[in-house]
């Protein structure tokens, strides 16, 4: 089976922790399990890299949000051919040709230049300084203005916060992470 093995939690607590800020909370929620979210969350629904992307630029062309925290973990590939029917079993041999889709995360900034762009850099079994750098490539290529590295590393969770500048912050956990870019965030806006 290929998957995207994102469970959504990350989301699930930034949303909360900028709904506690007081903000107006849009989550654009993929595929995964069910949260109970406060109910002045919207949440909205998609499946497919397409459907995302079409939800972002719509949104994000309307110019009715101030900040994007683009945390998706939108695969990489995608199949070359889709079929419409189940394939028969019982095939010796079947090949499936993947190709990459397109970057999300670098058309952002033409959707609203003004916006507020948190992007997301997952590296996984990767040291804190190969994290920072590639985290910091991924934020100048973006045009991002701050960015997350998070990574598993033997079982642990680490994510930074950066800016252009340094690193603003450390979590060892997804609801510190969630807590300290919220207060980060809010702190751009003072």
């Given at each position: 089976?290929?998957?995207?093995?994102?469970?959504?939690?990350?989301?699930?607590?930034?949303?909360?922790?900028?709904?506690?800020?007081?903000?107006?909370?849009?989550?654009?929620?993929?595929?995964?399990?069910?949260?109970?979210?406060?109910?002045?969350?919207?949440?909205?629904?998609?499946?497919?890299?397409?459907?995302?992307?079409?939800?972002?630029?719509?949104?994000?062309?309307?110019?009715?949000?101030?900040?994007?925290?683009?945390?998706?973990?939108?695969?990489?590939?995608k199949p070359e051919k889709v079929?419409?029917?189940?394939?028969?079993?019982?095939?010796?041999r079947f090949s499936l040709v993947?190709?990459?889709?397109?970057?999300?995360?670098?058309?952002?900034?033409?959707?609203?230049?003004?916006?507020?762009?948190?992007?997301?850099?997952?590296?996984?079994?990767?040291?804190?300084?190969?994290?920072?750098?590639?985290?910091?490539?991924?934020?100048?290529?973006?045009?991002?203005?701050?960015?997350?590295?998070?990574?598993?590393?033997?079982?642990?969770?680490?994510?930074?916060?950066?800016?252009?500048?340094?690193?603003?912050?450390?979590?060892?956990?997804?609801?510190?992470?969630?807590?300290?870019?919220?207060?980060?965030?809010?702190?751009?806006?003072?």
């Open positions: 089976m290929i998957s995207n093995i994102s469970t959504g939690e990350t989301g699930f607590y930034i949303a909360r922790e900028a709904k506690r800020y007081g903000a107006d909370v849009a989550l654009v929620l993929g595929p995964v399990q069910e949260y109970n979210f406060d109910s002045s969350i919207k949440v909205i629904r998609f499946k497919f890299f397409e459907e995302l992307e079409g939800i972002l630029k719509e949104k994000l062309s309307s110019k009715r949000f101030d900040i994007i925290i683009h945390g998706a973990a939108v695969s990489d590939y079929y419409q029917k189940k394939l028969r079993s019982g095939l010796k993947l190709e990459p889709t397109k970057k999300i995360s670098d058309s952002i900034k033409s959707y609203d230049p003004k916006i507020f762009f948190v992007i997301f850099k997952l590296e996984f079994d990767t040291d804190k300084e190969r994290l920072i750098k590639k985290t910091r490539k991924l934020l100048n290529r973006t045009n991002a203005d701050l960015a997350v590295g998070n990574t598993f590393n033997e079982g642990l969770y680490r994510a930074v916060i950066l800016d252009r500048e340094k690193t603003l912050a450390s979590a060892s956990s997804k609801r510190e992470l969630a807590k300290k870019l919220v207060r980060i965030i809010e702190s751009k806006f003072d």
